[in-house]
Nanobody, 114 residues
Framework: QVQVVESGGGLVQPGGSLRLSCSASGRIFSNYNMAWYRQAPGKQRELVASINMNSRRNYADYVKGRFTISRDNAKNTMYLQMYSLKPEDISIFYC????????WGQGPYVTFSS
């Protein structure tokens, strides 16, 4: 059984930084193509960044230069380092693991503190 679990969401100051983590178990982690999606209130889910099994990275234009996706296969974990967070980044961030099927986590919520 494949389990995808995210962590690291929460409150952040505008312009601040946050790192999300995602672990995927149940199969050989290095075989997964991994990605982060986000869904803002009232909007559709959209791709933020992806990293395939060969560590090739792809970013949405609106996060280029601000977000970095990475993976550590020895720890079965993928990361999303976010810098210079903007109000439009407030979203639920979902981790996706793809290999002979698509598997999703529950999604940590990233929002700004007052």
């Amino acid at each position: 059984q494949v389990q995808v679990v995210e962590s690291g969401g929460g409150l952040v100051q505008p312009g601040g930084s946050l790192r999300l983590s995602c672990s995927a178990s149940g199969r050989i982690f290095s075989n997964y193509n991994m990605a982060w999606y986000r869904q803002a209130p009232g909007k559709q889910r959209e791709l933020v960044a992806s990293i395939n099994m060969n560590s090739r990275r792809n970013y949405a234009d609106y996060v280029k230069g601000r977000f970095t996706i990475s993976r550590d296969n020895a720890k079965n974990t993928m990361y999303l380092q976010m810098y210079s967070l903007k109000p439009e980044d407030i979203s639920i961030f979902y981790c996706n693991a793809s290999w002979v099927g698509d598997f999703w986590g529950q999604g940590p919520y990233v929002t700004f503190s007052s």
